[in-house]
């Protein structure tokens, strides 16, 4: 892959965008969900929420979602997972006023990863403007290697999906 460019990897489907805004879950799974504050710098020059933007209040949905599924909350100097992997659809613009939330739930659980998916959603309507899955992977910092997922999060995880 050294030296080959954005439509030489696409050519050989080594780039293969994951997320389908045709098969967007029903915003009813999902239980947990978190304001998002847009500010006058997360608008770009045609008057909506900067790209870039997005993941920040996806970082931020998750960490909420962590703190209120973790029995103790989460010890943030510790390391315990990593993402491997972020698929985002933009569906439709955020304007500077919205009322937008960010709405999380897991989506499957595997022996060293999981899948979250996440909605950022406008409060008033209900539209779904943008929709996200994150592979995250439990991981030793010391050992640089992914491990299996330890049982308070494994636990933790299948209580939020039920």
Request: glycine residues 4%.
């Amino acid at each position: 892959m050294v030296g080959m460019g954005i439509k030489e990897l696409y050519d050989q489907k080594q780039l293969i965008i994951e997320m389908d805004p045709n098969s967007i879950p029903d915003i009813n799974l999902f239980k947990h969900s978190v304001p998002a504050q847009l500010r006058f710098n997360d608008i770009d020059i045609l008057g909506h929420l900067n790209n870039t933007v997005y993941f920040s209040f996806y970082d931020t949905g998750k960490a909420y979602f962590f703190d209120s599924i973790m029995e103790g909350g989460i010890e943030w100097r510790t390391v315990e997972t990593v993402i491997a992997n972020v698929d985002c659809a933009y569906l439709h613009p955020i304007f500077f006023g919205e009322e937008i939330e960010v709405l999380t739930r897991c989506k499957e659980i595997h022996e060293k990863s999981f899948v979250l998916q996440q909605l950022m959603v406008e409060k008033v309507s209900g539209a779904i403007k943008s929709a996200c899955e994150t592979v995250m992977v439990s991981f030793d910092p010391h050992r640089q290697v992914s491990e299996p997922i330890p049982e308070r999060w494994r636990k933790a995880l299948e209580e939020s999906m039920r």
